[in-house]
């Protein structure tokens, strides 16, 4: 048997390249205020799985539909003079899920793939799964590079932004896709109800060490591996859930980043300027 055969060896990969993708995309989640965006996002993908089970579609596929619908929606009636965006995402957070449990009650019961989708299950995770983790790692990756400079421009001033040429809603709209793209490709590892953490705890735990975007990123992608592996090693040590474990190591991190950069930061934090100041959520925001 070789090494990549071990399932414990994939896991542990799977463990490292899902840590760096949510860290990565959750510099933009925490930075944006978009926490809340993506905890509806995560469970607004579940009727999509129940339904692409169903009628006997890729989970992956279904997933990503219905995320895609719904980041639209969103995205739409941010921009929707009166309306509140973050009610509207609320009702998705609690519509989502209640249509896909509705849809699991039509069936005989929960099946394999549905059950691991709610709670994550790691270790069975494929040669597949790997390569689909690894290709949204590259394409998040590429594409919050090469839109850096319009991200930040709309996070922190939207009205700036339009004036100078970017179009705000349409950079809104992409970065929605991205986090439902991370979604989708981290929810089978850790779970539906615990993905929100993998994504924003990481991120928040550099955000306490640096007020720097470029900094904050590193960090959190290693926060996010290291919260991936040690949660790993601690399911196998002492036979508990492997999301649940990842998820309070990256908890722990948090905490101990709280605790840390405010006692320890070398240099000390500008109110009022900066990342301080970064600009309203995008969902949340209402902003035209």
């Not at 970017?166 to 970065?175: A, E, H, N, Q, T």
């Not at 640096?210 to 002492?238: E, K, N, P, Q």
Request: glycine share 14%; charged share 10%.
């Amino acid at each position: 048997m070789s090494w990549w055969d071990d399932v414990f060896h994939r896991a542990m990969v799977a463990a490292v390249l899902v840590g760096l993708l949510a860290g990565l995309i959750g510099v933009q989640v925490v930075l944006r205020r978009l926490s809340f965006f993506t905890m509806a996002m995560s469970h607004a993908t579940f009727p999509g799985v129940v339904a692409a089970s169903i009628i006997g579609l890729n989970i992956y596929l279904g997933g990503a539909v219905a995320g895609l619908v719904v980041a639209i929606g969103v995205a739409a009636l941010s921009r929707a003079r009166g309306q509140d965006a973050a009610a509207a995402t609320g009702v998705i957070l609690a519509g989502g899920f209640a249509l896909g449990i509705g849809l699991v009650a039509t069936q005989n019961g929960f099946s394999r793939d549905l059950s691991s989708f709610l709670v994550g299950s790691i270790l069975t995770v494929s040669t597949g799964d790997l390569l689909m983790i690894a290709a949204v790692l590259g394409v998040v990756a590429l594409v919050l590079t090469v839109g850096a400079r319009q991200l930040l421009f709309v996070g922190f001033d939207r009205v700036g932004a339009r004036a100078a040429g970017y179009r705000p809603g349409l950079v809104d709209l992409v970065l929605l896709v991205l986090i439902e793209l991370v979604i989708v490709a981290v929810v089978p590892v850790v779970g539906t109800i615990l993905t929100l953490a993998l994504v924003v705890a990481p991120a928040a735990a550099g955000r306490a060490w640096s007020d720097r975007i470029g900094v904050i990123t590193a960090l959190a992608m290693v926060f996010g591996a290291v919260s991936g592996v040690v949660g790993l090693l601690v399911s196998s040590a002492y036979d508990v859930a492997a999301g649940a474990a990842i998820t309070l190591v990256a908890t722990a991190i948090l905490v101990l980043s709280l605790i840390g950069g405010h006692w320890l930061r070398p240099v000390p934090r500008v109110r009022g300027s900066g990342l301080d100041t970064v600009g309203p959520a995008v969902a949340g925001s209402g902003g035209k």
